[in-house]
């Protein structure tokens, strides 16, 4: 009789708090898509990647030029203007291949702009997430757009909406 005490003091304590928490889903990418600054960020971000590719596109070209005249006189070529030929056209793929981590690498331009642009915002929607939980008393929210495990969750718990609001964008 005291074990069945024990243990169903035990399964109580656990379930009872578990009922009473309260979680809530947020859909970043339907919040970032309602956020005309996020949109501005990503065109910019577009803008300039586009302008790098373009300059890294005309300088492989220019190796991809050199590379031809070097077939079509390399049987007039000595032996060493061959290797200095050889030097320059490797030299300069080098340069666009640095110039490519430069811009585009993991700790590239294209990177350090993204986080200027766009991290402001994302901190923005954290700041309003946190007060609307704070607010209402949610033990945790979700994101629905990162998570693969949500097969199913009620429209009734889903506090995207809030947040536009909370941030000044009425929805």
Do not use: H
Request: aromatic letters at 10%.
């Amino acid at each position: 009789m005291k074990k069945l005490l024990i243990i169903s003091t035990f399964l109580l304590a656990f379930c009872l708090p578990g009922a009473a928490q309260k979680y809530a889903l947020i859909d970043m990418e339907y919040i970032l898509k309602n956020i005309p600054a996020y949109e501005m960020a990503n065109q910019q971000l577009e803008q300039v990647s586009q302008q790098w590719q373009s300059e890294i596109d005309t300088q492989m070209a220019e190796v991809e030029t050199m590379y031809k005249n070097y077939q079509s006189e390399m049987a007039f070529l000595s032996d060493e203007m061959k290797n200095k030929r050889e030097e320059a056209i490797v030299n300069k793929e080098k340069e666009v291949q640095e110039l490519r981590r430069k811009y585009f690498g993991p700790e590239g331009e294209l990177y350090k702009k993204r986080e200027a642009l766009i991290a402001p915002i994302q901190d923005d929607i954290y700041n309003a997430i946190k007060q609307l939980s704070e607010e209402k008393g949610y033990m945790m929210v979700l994101d629905r757009a990162s998570s693969q495990n949500i097969i199913y969750a009620s429209p009734k718990i889903d506090i995207s909406n809030d947040v536009l609001v909370k941030l000044g964008y009425s929805k």
